[in-house]
């Protein structure tokens, strides 16, 4: 299958500071990339949906100012946790899936996940 | 809004054994897509198996296999053959066609030596 990759896979902040995690396909071209938010024994909850090169669609209550989601390419999303605080401490995954035909379905893959810690 | 329903927050079960783990939904789609997905204690996410629904046919990948009941919007998983590796959260997850996956609360499975 295709590989997703997350960078960092840890990370530890200082509240108010701000955090970039990135998302990769690593051989294959993802048009659409998803953001999800997991917290501990938590389902994944879907943050928004980013299309490359345009605007993240944000799930309803959101934030779009404070995770910011950019796709500037067709293998990279970045998401960005501005002015963190301790309760965005959570586990984000990203996933990427890509173009298909109307009627077919394409597979979402998984990257491993980045945990953030905001002290 | 579609929703997914695990009734079952944990089950354990004897290796060698057989597992079935539930998952109803609801919707008022014809055309979607229904998914078991396996998060191991990596917290990888594993696509176990898929099912269209406009297939009468149940899917199978080898020792993981569903029932799916349409018309019950009902959708569970059967393990055979239990191994200790199949250790995991699993998630059922509901998809319209290239849309938003909407996960299920998970059912913790643990395989007992």
């Known amino acids: 299958g295709a590989v997703v990759s997350q960078h960092p896979s840890r990370v530890i902040c200082k509240s108010g500071t701000s955090v970039k995690i990135e998302c990769r396909s690593l051989d294959f071209q993802a048009t659409t990339m998803f953001w999800y938010r997991q917290f501990p024994k938590q389902s994944l909850m879907l943050m928004a949906t980013s299309n490359e090169g345009s605007k993240a669609t944000y799930e309803q209550g959101v934030e779009k100012d404070k995770f910011l989601i950019n796709h500037a390419s067709l293998t990279l999303s970045t998401l960005t946790v501005t002015s963190a605080h301790p309760e965005d401490s959570s586990f984000y995954i990203c996933?990427?899936?890509?173009?298909?035909?109307?009627?077919?379905?394409?597979?979402?893959?998984f990257g491993p996940g980045t945990r953030l810690t905001v002290l | 809004a579609q929703t997914v329903t695990q009734s079952q927050p944990e089950m354990s079960v004897q290796e060698a054994e057989t597992v079935t783990l539930s998952c109803t939904y609801d919707t008022s789609e014809n055309n979607y897509y229904l998914f078991w997905y396996k998060q191991p204690p990596s917290r990888q996410m594993i696509l176990v198996i898929r099912q269209e629904a406009y297939k009468q046919q149940n899917a199978t990948e080898n020792r993981f296999s569903v029932n799916f009941q349409k018309a019950a919007k009902s959708f569970s998983l059967k393990i055979s053959d239990s191994q200790l590796g199949d250790t995991a959260m699993y998630f059922c997850a509901f998809m319209k066609l290239n849309e938003k996956l909407t996960f299920g609360t998970g059912t913790r499975l643990t395989i007992i030596p």
């Open positions: 996933s990427a899936s890509s173009q298909g035909t109307a009627s077919s379905y394409n597979e979402q893959f």
